[in-house]
């Protein structure tokens, strides 16, 4: 007879399976097997703490493994959507319009925009708000008119202004002035030509006598501003004239490019002194400066094309020399005027026909640009979109900003040295590669 089957032998603590393998060290458990200890030391915590808050807690129930009692809502009202979600909705939009501002602006936030004026800060004069006001709405423009107009207001200034007590002009003038200078920049950024005059001034304000009365030293201040503007603008203008009209001769096309002072002068004292030659106003929105100069040489007689910058590849071939102005040039020889410029010099150079800059020397600026994005300003958005017939008003053909178009219109650009022929100076006919020899020339600050 065989025997009986042996019967597995268990431990006291139960079948195999149900037994605790034996408790492993940090040291050898696996990476996944670590991790997984400490998720369950983890849940372990929250379930604790969870578990000793109040039931009502709402932190605790998103802790804890429990499910939260659901607390039902009443139904919304019919045709109205939820606030949360309308609130969401219209924060989501004004979020993304923002931010699309927000984008399209940061490239060309450091530009000086154009801007109403801000409140007085300090004692502003009254004619210095005026000129503010001018210079932000653009009733003044071009580089020799907002300087000649800065120190006409500063006489003004300066002549209205009385000297505190204990203390003495020279000391306390510019402390004077200095509220009505950052007046004038908040309007509108200041032009090289304004800051090379407000420096001179700050520099005869400091050298005045302390003996002298008064009366006696605004007198010789006031003095001093008329010796700048009749030396260094009046004068020059005068010389640039004699040495401009050098460069036209009878049966010349001459090209011009929106409108210069200086140039006007050069062009209107040629004709005068009977050479015989036409002019093609070139312009461009939104200033349409040109308006004016062809309407001031049309006036003397002198035969005039009027075109917009877009146009000038049709007539370029025409044209025998290109006469413009600038805001300011450069110590590498680079022009800084008005935007399109560069164009226009670009397709003289490309037709080798000469590209003559008159400009006067207290437009001179030691700084170095190499481009028209690291510094420029913007001019006013609103322009004029002709249609003809003119079937709708004017006021509706105004091109504005909108949520979904941002109008932008640089008011410079710069004109590289390799793409001028000459500058006309007061000092005389420059090339442009030498430009960085005007203050030697005139042997003093500008």
């Known amino acids: 007879m065989a025997p009986p089957p042996a019967l597995p032998v268990h431990p006291p603590s139960g079948p195999h399976h149900d037994s605790k393998p034996p408790k492993k060290s940090q040291k050898e458990m696996t990476k996944a097997e670590r991790k997984e200890l400490q998720e369950r030391q983890r849940a372990a915590k929250a379930e604790a703490k969870a578990s000793s808050q109040p039931s009502s807690s709402t932190p605790?129930?998103?802790?804890?493994?429990?499910?939260?009692?659901?607390?039902?809502?009443?139904?919304?009202?019919?045709?109205?959507?939820?606030?949360?979600?309308?609130?969401?909705?219209?924060?989501?939009?004004?979020?993304?319009?923002?931010?699309?501002?927000?984008?399209?602006?940061?490239?060309?936030?450091?530009?000086?925009l154009p801007k109403a004026v801000s409140a007085p800060k300090g004692d502003i004069h009254p004619v210095?708000?005026?000129?503010?006001?001018?210079?932000?709405?653009?009733?003044?423009?071009?580089?020799?008119a907002r300087c000649i107009a800065t120190l006409i207001a500063f006489?003004?200034?300066?002549?209205?202004?009385?000297?505190?007590?204990?203390?003495?002009?020279?000391?306390?003038?510019?402390?004077?002035?200095?509220?009505?200078?950052?007046?004038?920049?908040?309007?509108?950024?200041?032009?090289?030509?304004?800051?090379?005059?407000?420096?001179?001034?700050?520099?005869?304000?400091?050298?005045?006598?302390?003996?002298?009365?008064?009366?006696?030293?605004?007198?010789?201040?006031?003095?001093k501003i008329d010796q700048y503007l009749s030396e260094r603008v009046l004068a020059a203008d005068g010389i640039i004239e004699e040495n401009g009209?050098?460069?036209?001769?009878?049966?010349?096309?001459?090209?011009?490019?929106?409108?210069?002072?200086?140039?006007?002068?050069?062009?209107?004292?040629?004709?005068?002194?009977?050479?015989?030659?036409?002019?093609?106003?070139?312009?461009?929105?939104?200033?349409?400066?040109?308006k004016r100069l062809l309407s001031v040489l049309s006036h003397a007689g002198i035969k005039c094309k009027y075109i917009l910058l877009p146009s000038i590849g049709s007539i370029i071939t025409e044209v025998s020399t290109v006469?413009?102005?600038?805001?300011?040039?450069?110590?590498?020889?680079?022009?800084?005027?008005?935007?399109?410029?560069?164009?226009?010099?670009?397709?003289?150079?490309?037709h080798s026909i000469p590209f003559i800059v008159c400009c006067e020397?207290?437009?001179?600026?030691?700084?170095?640009?190499?481009?028209?994005?690291?510094?420029?300003?913007?001019?006013?958005?609103?322009?004029?979109?002709?249609?003809?017939?003119?079937?709708?008003?004017?006021?509706?053909?105004?091109?504005?900003?909108?949520?979904h178009l941002e109008v932008l219109n640089p008011l410079y650009d710069l004109t590289p040295p390799t793409s001028i022929t000459a500058v006309v100076t007061e000092v005389g006919i420059v090339p442009p590669n030498s430009i960085s020899s005007i203050p030697v020339a005139l042997g003093r600050l500008l």
């Open 128 to 144: 210095t708000l005026r000129l503010a006001l001018q210079f932000s709405e653009f009733k003044i423009v071009g580089a020799n």
């Open 245 to 290: 009209q050098k460069k036209i001769k009878d049966g010349d096309v001459i090209l011009t490019y929106a409108r210069s002072s200086v140039v006007e002068k050069v062009l209107l004292a040629a004709h005068e002194s009977g050479r015989r030659f036409s002019v093609i106003v070139v312009d461009s929105r939104p200033l349409l400066e040109g």
């Open 323 to 350: 006469i413009v102005g600038a805001h300011s040039i450069h110590t590498n020889g680079a022009v800084y005027s008005r935007a399109g410029t560069a164009l226009v010099a670009m397709m003289a150079k490309q």
């Open 60 to 112: 605790a129930q998103k802790k804890s493994n429990k499910p939260a009692e659901i607390v039902p809502r009443p139904p919304p009202t019919p045709g109205r959507a939820p606030r949360e979600a309308t609130r969401g909705a219209a924060a989501v939009a004004h979020e993304t319009a923002a931010g699309a501002n927000e984008r399209g602006l940061r490239i060309f936030s450091h530009f000086g």
């Open 361 to 403: 020397t207290y437009k001179f600026s030691e700084g170095v640009q190499l481009d028209s994005f690291t510094k420029n300003e913007l001019a006013p958005p609103g322009d004029r979109i002709a249609t003809f017939p003119l079937t709708k008003p004017r006021e509706s053909l105004t091109l504005a900003n909108s949520p």
């Open 155 to 223: 006489k003004t200034v300066i002549q209205d202004y009385v000297t505190p007590q204990n203390t003495t002009l020279s000391r306390h003038l510019m402390t004077h002035l200095s509220p009505q200078i950052s007046h004038l920049v908040a309007a509108r950024p200041m032009s090289v030509t304004m800051g090379n005059a407000i420096r001179q001034l700050k520099l005869e304000i400091s050298g005045s006598d302390i003996d002298l009365p008064e009366q006696d030293a605004k007198d010789l201040l006031c003095a």
